[in-house]
């Protein structure tokens, strides 16, 4: 099945400790991008990757880093996460950049930063 | 810079009426737009998109929405609504020769029985 999967889907943790939430595609698609859905804001673009090792930064990216070594893999790393960056995180991937192409999210990580 | 703009924040509508989500945009070039639903606890799913082309755009589940350049406008439309359409709503924007997808703050739609 053609899908986007995001890794933990629930995250509680204390501010300053690191963390890594994956996120995976089987569809080939070379644009993968990491959003974050906060009430009455929408959804924000964090970072985005055209394809391997060709990242940049989307509208909110302070305090997130990415990385993109393989095609099918795009982790959002939250160095020394703090309480602001409680929130819905979805990842999406489309196939030849967004040329035309629409985008598949997944299911979304829900973190907690207490 | 690109921009959109939902200006409900919620929508009721009574079962079999037909529904309007409304969404206006702002680029420098010409835009691709796109509607996407999210229904409880999931991600975003893909309704119907704008490129070029017809102006009015069918998409899934009987949504279709209309591409108006002069008034910058790209609403979503449904001639009958349906309990099961119940959830929130978000209109993208890409500019030309952008790389990202700039998104509205969605419309939360409610279909009465």
């Known amino acids: 099945e053609a899908q986007v999967t995001q890794n933990p889907r629930y995250l509680i943790t204390v501010t300053g400790k690191k963390l890594t939430v994956t996120c995976s595609q089987n569809?080939?698609?070379?644009?993968m991008s990491w959003y974050r859905q906060d009430p009455g804001l929408g959804l924000r673009q964090i970072y985005y990757s055209m394809n391997v090792e060709v990242t940049d930064k989307g509208d909110v990216p302070e305090g997130y880093k990415v990385s993109r070594k393989e095609k099918r893999n795009f982790p959002l790393i939250l160095e020394s996460p703090s309480p602001n960056q409680t929130s819905l995180y979805f990842c999406?991937?489309?196939?030849?950049?967004?040329?035309?192409?629409?985008?598949?999210f997944g299911p979304g990580t829900r973190l907690t930063v207490t | 810079a690109q921009s959109v703009a939902q200006p409900e924040d919620q929508v009721n509508v009574a079962e079999g009426n037909p529904l309007t989500v409304k969404c206006t945009y702002s680029?420098?070039?010409?835009?691709?737009l796109f509607w996407y639903v999210q229904y409880p606890n999931r991600g975003l799913q893909f309704l119907l998109k704008?490129?070029?082309?017809?102006?009015l755009v069918k998409g899934s589940y009987g949504f279709e929405a209309e591409f108006n350049k002069s008034q910058t406008s790209f609403h979503l439309k449904k001639p009958s609504a349906l309990v099961s359409d119940s959830a929130l709503y978000f209109c993208a924007v890409r500019d030309t020769g952008a790389n990202n997808l700039f998104f509205g703050t969605g419309t939360r739609l409610t279909v009465i029985p």
């Open positions: 680029v420098s070039g010409n835009p691709y």
């Open positions: 569809m080939n698609h070379e644009y």
């Open positions: 999406a991937s489309s196939p030849s950049g967004l040329a035309g192409g629409e985008q598949y």
């Open positions: 704008y490129i070029t082309g017809d102006n």
